[in-house]
């Protein structure tokens, strides 16, 4: 092995055993955020009041715009799942690589699955404020945004490093649309959408742990600098994007903080901060599992540990 194979090796090791760790830290974190985000938002009178009230506040959001929301809501169906499902399992076959292919869909079945055990087995929804309804039963983590998340980050393991920048820019518009929908037509509130993206980052990052261990993933080193400037610069749009969410998000909440939560204005000013930040959630979670994917991509068993 040559001194220049030798440091692509090294440098492939390094940049592997960094984002298990990265991994590692993120399944715990969100799975640590999940926990906070039920607590604050569904065991607090406090958190109920000002999530019911943001559902009411939908109540105000242009019919049009409420049409176009449940249209994209519908888009997740159980067929459509199954099809993404069998769509992210043949392309990880096609690169001959059956264990991509089980990691991809395993994602995407495996986010539904711990979904549909939490709410509906595992977290309750006590009667802390006067609410009826549909309202009153737990919706806790909304199924369509971990759906749409988990096709997401599915994607972006099983797709070849070259083009990710692309299947990204596609999926990710997308499912980011999702949890902003979800709470448009009310169907799910702000806590039930940020939950969904934590159950994706936490079955994202234990396939990701998976594919390393069974020696799947292998390192891109020194890329041409040119044929990354689209792809940088689609994360830096994404990112101020999701920045601004986050500040719009926050600003609807403090103004909502300050008055009384059971007017129409007050509402309002919590639906849109509900919705900003749904939005940015999901925006948050697809760049920190991509970050943890930087110049990454998997292999097969005995392919090279790096590659230029």
Avoid at 232 to 246: D, E
């Amino acid at each position: 092995m040559t001194r220049s194979q030798t440091r692509v090796a090294l440098d492939g090791d390094h940049r592997l055993r960094r984002a298990r760790h990265q991994w590692t830290a993120v399944l715990i974190a969100a799975v640590l955020f999940g926990i906070a985000v039920y607590l604050l938002a569904v065991q607090t009178t406090t958190g109920q009041r000002l999530e019911d009230a943001a559902l009411r506040g939908a109540d105000q959001v242009d019919p049009e715009l409420h049409r176009a929301a449940l249209h994209a809501f519908h888009t997740i169906t159980l067929t459509s799942q199954l099809v993404a499902t069998v769509i992210v399992g043949v392309i990880g076959l096609l690169r001959r690589q059956v264990w991509l292919a089980v990691a991809g869909v395993g994602i995407i079945l495996g986010g539904q699955a711990i979904t549909q055990l939490l709410k509906f087995h595992v977290l309750s929804r006590p009667d802390l404020v006067a609410v009826g309804g549909k309202y009153a039963e737990n919706t806790l983590p909304s199924g369509h945004t971990t759906a749409a998340m988990c096709l997401l980050f599915a994607t972006l393991i099983v797709m070849p490093y070259r083009f990710r920048g692309v299947a990204m820019f596609v999926t990710l518009t997308w499912a980011v649309g999702i949890g902003a929908y979800t709470v448009i037509i009310q169907a799910h509130r702000l806590s039930d959408t940020l939950a969904g993206n934590a159950v994706a980052l936490v079955v994202a990052c234990t396939a990701a742990q998976l594919l390393a261990w069974t020696g799947r993933i292998r390192a891109v080193v020194s890329p041409s600098p040119g044929r990354y400037t689209l792809r940088t610069v689609f994360v830096v749009v994404v990112g101020v994007m999701g920045a601004a969410s986050l500040a719009l998000g926050a600003v609807q909440m403090l103004h909502a903080a300050a008055a009384y939560v059971n007017d129409e204005p007050t509402a309002w000013r919590l639906f849109l901060s509900s919705q900003w930040l749904a939005a940015a959630g999901s925006i948050g979670a697809a760049l920190l599992f991509w970050w943890t994917w930087y110049r990454l991509e998997t292999k097969r068993r005995h392919d090279p540990v790096a590659m230029r």
